[in-house]
């Protein structure tokens, strides 16, 4: 039930992006890069607004990537957006200052605010891109 509910949610989302693409004649990227901003929003409200939090929506199969962000340093000053080079060490024995530790974030439900708040940055996104 829960993997026919996400395949009909990405089946969706590829088809809004599309209708509003045509609808609006913008281009289908500037569609996504709205509701990848609109999920953004929506991931924050969930998982903290000081958290950095990056949607990606694959383009052809509706897809989504939600991932948190730390950046590796030497000193923390905000433990919402970095990691210790010492503790990114043991994640990745690789990795330097100044990279990313990236965590998958489980996907959200989006709830009647959590849509009203998707559909209000996708309609300003799209506001945007038809006056340019």
Not at 46 to 60: L, Q, S, T
Not at 61 to 89: F, M, P, R
């Amino acid at each position: 039930m829960v993997k026919q509910k996400i395949k009909v949610i990405r089946e969706e989302m590829l088809q809004v992006a599309q209708n509003v693409a045509q609808e609006k004649n913008i281009d289908k990227d500037d569609v996504f890069s709205a509701m990848e901003e609109a999920l953004e929003k929506s991931a924050r409200v969930k998982y903290g607004f000081e958290r950095d939090i990056r949607v990606e929506i694959d383009r052809e199969t509706g897809d989504i990537k939600l991932n948190s962000y730390l950046e590796v340093v030497n000193d923390v000053e905000n433990q919402s957006t970095q990691i210790h080079l010492t503790d990114a060490s043991k994640i990745n024995p690789k990795i330097e200052v100044g990279e990313f530790i990236i965590k998958e974030l489980p996907p959200i439900e989006l709830g009647r605010v959590a849509a009203q708040n998707a559909k209000g940055v996708i309609i300003q996104k799209v506001r945007e891109a038809d006056k340019s």
